[in-house]
């Protein structure tokens, strides 16, 4: 199958301070990716639709100023989350889909711990 | 938003038992598909039923798909060990690759 990559899989960071996330899809290009936030023991919410060339669609109640979302490529997609608060920390994942299949395929994940 | 509930949210089986875990949604659908997620790490994508599709086999894993009901099953057969995990359905409603997720069930397999 299609693999994507995320760098970093984990990382700790000052309340304040801001992180990027990568999103990279390996083996084939990706006009759109897609970001998620998973809570311990909950499921995953769909966050943004990450356009490769045009702004990034937030899903209703994301706060498109805290999680800066850049598609500069066909195969990379980069979250920041600003000024981030230990109510940020969570665990992000990224997923893309390629033309040549249906399904979506998922990053490792990130697990921001914001202290 | 979450697309519909899962049940049971919390299964514990003996090895070599059945697990079935039932999804329902909300929306009219393209396809939906079923992931299982090991503790605390990424997705893996395990089956996808399309729109038009009833059922469908992969493995020990049997899915079903009733769209008059927005409800599917997953259906995992001979069940081992190392089945213990999350499982999510999701659904894509325009065969965007944007997915709705269930809220989950939570697979125990005992040895």
């Known amino acids: 199958g299609a693999v994507v990559s995320q760098h970093p899989s984990w990382v700790i960071c000052k309340s304040g301070t801001s992180v990027k996330i990568e999103c990279r899809s390996l083996?084939?290009?990706?006009?759109?990716m897609f970001w998620y936030r998973q809570f311990p023991k909950q499921s995953l919410m769909l966050m943004a639709t990450?356009?490769?060339?045009?702004?990034?669609?937030?899903e209703q109640g994301v706060e498109k100023d805290k999680f800066l979302i850049n598609h500069a490529s066909l195969t990379l997609s980069t979250l920041t989350v600003t000024s981030a608060h230990p109510e940020d920390s969570s665990f992000y994942i990224c997923?893309?889909?390629?033309?040549?299949?249906?399904?979506?395929?998922f990053g490792q994940g990130t697990r921001l711990t914001v202290v | 938003s979450q697309q519909g509930e899962e049940d049971p949210q919390a299964l514990s089986i003996q090895e070599g038992e059945n697990a079935t875990m039932n999804c329902s949604y909300k929306t009219s659908i393209n396809n939906l598909q079923w992931y299982r997620q090991n503790s605390g790490r990424g997705l893996v994508h395990l089956i996808l039923?399309?729109?038009?599709?009833r059922e469908k086999h992969s493995g020990r894993l049997r899915v079903t798909l009733d769209t008059s009901k927005k409800s599917s099953s997953l259906l995992i057969t001979a069940s081992r060990a190392a089945d213990t995990a999350s499982y999510f359905c999701a659904t894509d409603s325009g065969n965007t690759g944007k997915l709705i997720f269930g809220q989950g069930t939570t697979l125990q397999v005992k040895p």
């Open positions: 990450s356009n490769e060339g045009s702004k990034a669609t937030y």
């Open positions: 039923i399309r729109s038009n599709e």
């Open positions: 083996d084939f290009q990706a006009t759109t």
């Open positions: 997923s893309a889909t390629p033309t040549s299949a249906p399904e979506a395929f």
